[in-house]
């Protein structure tokens, strides 16, 4: 059971570093990317805590 929740949440982490990278590279003003890497980076910490039975 641990092990089935280390490897979500290495997966978790992974996608998260994945889509912000991504983000980056998007062709958008500052303010635009800034909003979309916060959102990024708060679906993660829910999904995180979610793999964490925190939720």
Known sequence: MASSALIGILITFLVIILVLYLVQRLP???RTRQIAQIVVI???IISLLNYLAVF
């Open 42 to 44: 708060l679906i993660g």
């Open 28 to 30: 958008l003003d500052g």
